[in-house]
């Protein structure tokens, strides 16, 4: 009866499983499979992605630029994003809830509406055609949902943990670091996991702000790769550099789902 009850939730599971890997497994499969007019012609092997890593300034270089990026962004996100939403968890300030939901009004501005003014203020600053410009403009649109994210974080820790470290001498700053930092990691996680995600995949910012071929991150070398050549478009080393782009991402998200899922849950039976 157990096995007959659960039939129904395998079989929608199974079914969305597939749904997903699907794509996947067919873009890991066709880029290192023959297509005819490309460099790999003919047979199975890694030929697409020898094109790839020779593909104009080199796939290392794009990796390279999409990596530092990355972690600008991340880095930038988690240490505005923890002081900002311990201020507002943790501190009483005339207009904290008006500055809280100014802060979330971003999250409903179309992203692609704030890139030319964005683009005139860094070329402004110096910053346009800036590998980290660009890490500054979606450091900016990560914000808003990653205080979102640690103020909730902060709440769903008592605040008997601050008094007590207050108790043994720490100061504001001591209790943050000391106390309350470890206690919302799986916040942390979620929050650099998000904003890990969205600038490694991030094609909008990049191609506006990016004019130098030598400074493209990794999404507009992969698109720039569908180049027609007498006509046929090269698949294979599109999809080998799809590849190349989702195989970080997957990885991620395989070690921290765990921490991932806690992070949401921060906050969800508070009180």
Same mark, same amino acid.
Not at 254 to 267: E, I, P
């Given at each position: 009866m157990r096995f007959v009850l659960r039939t129904p939730y395998w079989i929608f599971t199974g079914g969305l499983a597939i749904i997903f890997l699907f794509? /996947?497994?067919?873009? +890991?499969v066709s880029s290192v499979s023959p297509h005819a007019g490309t460099s790999q012609s003919s047979g199975w092997g890694f030929g697409n992605y020898a094109? /790839?890593?020779?593909y104009q300034a080199g796939i290392w270089r794009y990796l390279a630029n999409s990596t530092?990026? %990355?972690?600008?962004?991340? !880095? #930038?996100? /988690?240490?505005?994003?923890l002081l900002g939403g311990y201020a507002f968890a943790r501190f009483s300030f005339p207009g904290k809830n008006l500055l809280f939901l100014?802060? #979330?009004a971003i999250l409903m501005v179309p992203y692609a509406t704030l890139l030319i003014p964005l683009y005139v203020l860094l070329n402004q600053l110096g910053l346009q055609n800036s590998l980290f410009g660009v890490a500054l403009v979606l450091t900016m649109f990560q914000?808003?949902?990653a205080t979102?994210?640690?103020r909730i974080s902060f709440e769903a820790i008592p605040r008997e943990f601050d008094e007590a470290a207050m108790v043994d001498g720490c100061s504001t700053w001591t209790a943050l670091w000391r106390v309350l930092l470890p206690a919302v990691k799986p916040g942390l996680i979620t929050v650099g996991l998000f904003a890990f995600l @969205? +600038?490694?995949?991030?094609?909008? +910012?990049?191609?506006?702000?990016?004019?130098? %071929?030598n400074k493209l991150t990794l999404p507009l070398a992969v698109s720039n790769l569908r180049v027609q050549v007498q006509g046929v478009v090269d698949? =294979? @080393?599109?999809? @080998? =550099?799809?590849? !190349? /782009? @989702?195989?970080?991402?997957?990885?991620?998200?395989?070690?921290?789902?765990?921490?991932?899922?806690?992070?949401?849950? %921060?906050? +969800?039976?508070?009180?």
């Open positions: 794509p /996947l497994v067919w873009t +890991a094109t /790839l890593s020779s530092f990026v %990355s972690l600008t962004t991340v !880095v #930038l996100t /988690l240490l505005i994003s100014t802060t #979330l914000l808003p949902f979102f994210m640690m @969205a +600038a490694w995949n991030d094609f909008m +910012a990049p191609l506006i702000l990016i004019n130098d %071929s698949y =294979g @080393a599109t999809e @080998a =550099g799809v590849v !190349v /782009l @989702a195989l970080p991402c997957l990885v991620l998200f395989l070690l921290l789902q765990r921490h991932y899922v806690r992070g949401f849950m %921060s906050g +969800a039976f508070k009180g």
